[in-house]
């Protein structure tokens, strides 16, 4: 008997090592010591125009999202406490205000007022695939088809009788875009959630001020731009082209990107905190891009914590109330025990 206690008395002070060895509260912390998984370049989701011409478009990897940031939470499957990434995105349609600062995006700054436009693949997708153009002076996303329009092409949509795409002006493709969602409603989806599209955006913009452009949750493909100063002539960069090698035809990125990729998948080696960033100038306008990747691992930077570890909150009110909770001293417990326990990773108050 007295052997028995004892082995369950060690079982008992391991649980306790195992769940409480965590040396920080709980909760989400600024991340630090980052570790991207590969982020790439690449040509991608080509598709033709109304008279049947390529449209080559540079894909990124990542989507478009606010703050990276570590949560520290104990795992029931591992019985441990871990560090893993998770995001925030800024949520414009409630009045958030700001510029994305990882993941895919491409920001415009002229040098001289004119009018851009920006080739662009949009995804197809559910409510979270949306397309904003935000001006980085204020912040703000512009209106579609009252700050900008779109026009283009719809997946599916081809020519009567052929597989040649049907084009849409900016006009037909707001009434398409209003006829699938109701007009006003869901402003920032350039898609659906059957059919991807792929065409211009146009927007006035102003000398020295900034224009991001990017899906949330999704990448958005580049297609290059052309901007057109006020008064002055059309420049134009493309972002992919065709090259003749031989007796083969070979689609390949442009320089600004190419000069930062190790090899042909265009897996990148200029990652920095932010992601692969590649800048550039043309004569009239200067352009950052960033393609960011799912981060492989992060740290917690436990001097800066996000939210608190602590919330004064009911076992009903976290999540799964049939895991198992523990005290503080890593023994279980049931839901009538009263002060600090965890559950499902989360430290709060059972009164």
């Not at 079982?11 to 920080?24: G, L």
């Not at 949509?157 to 006009?171: D, F, H, M, R, V």
């Not at 602590?310 to 198992?324: F, L, W």
Request: aromatic letters at 12%.
């Amino acid at each position: 008997m007295l052997m028995k206690k004892i082995f369950t008395l060690i079982a008992m002070a391991f649980v306790a090592i195992s769940v409480n060895a965590q040396e920080h509260e709980a909760g989400d912390y600024a991340a630090k010591n980052i570790v991207w998984k590969d982020i790439t370049w690449k040509n991608g989701n080509n598709k033709k125009d109304k008279d049947d011409n390529d449209l080559l478009y540079l894909m990124g990897t990542g989507n478009g999202y606010a703050t990276l940031f570590a949560k520290y939470s104990f795992s029931e499957d591992k019985g441990e406490w871990q560090t893993t990434p998770d995001y925030s995105y800024i949520d414009y349609e409630n009045g958030e205000i700001g510029l994305p600062a990882y993941g895919l995006y491409y920001k415009f700054t002229p040098k001289v007022s004119g009018s851009l436009r920006v080739g662009v693949w949009v995804n197809k997708g559910g409510d979270n695939r949306k397309v904003f153009v935000v001006k980085a002076s204020d912040g703000k996303p512009l209106t579609p088809f009252v700050d900008y329009t779109f026009d283009g092409y719809i997946n599916g949509k081809n020519q009567e009788g052929t597989s040649i795409p049907l084009y849409y002006n900016a006009t037909e493709f707001k009434a398409w875009r209003d006829e699938q969602f109701g007009e006003g409603v869901q402003p920032y989806r350039l898609s659906t959630g059957g059919a991807a599209t792929w065409g211009w955006i146009t927007l006035n913009v102003e000398a020295g001020d900034s224009y991001c452009i990017y899906q949330q949750s999704s990448q958005l493909g580049f297609g290059g731009y052309e901007f057109t100063p006020t008064g002055g002539t059309a420049e134009t960069y493309p972002a992919c082209y065709k090259e003749q090698v031989g007796e083969e035809t070979k689609i390949k990125i442009a320089a600004e990107f190419a000069a930062v990729v190790v090899d042909e998948t265009g897996k990148a080696t200029n990652v920095t905190d932010k992601g692969s960033v590649v800048t550039f100038s043309t004569a009239n306008m200067d352009v950052e891009a960033v393609g960011g990747a799912e981060p492989q691992s992060v740290e917690a930077d436990f001097d800066h914590p996000i939210s608190t570890g602590i919330e004064d909150i009911k076992a009903d009110a976290i999540g799964n109330t049939n895991a198992t909770v523990y005290n503080l001293s890593g023994q279980k417990v049931d839901k009538s025990y009263k002060g600090i326990v965890i559950q499902n990773g989360r430290k709060f108050v059972n009164k």
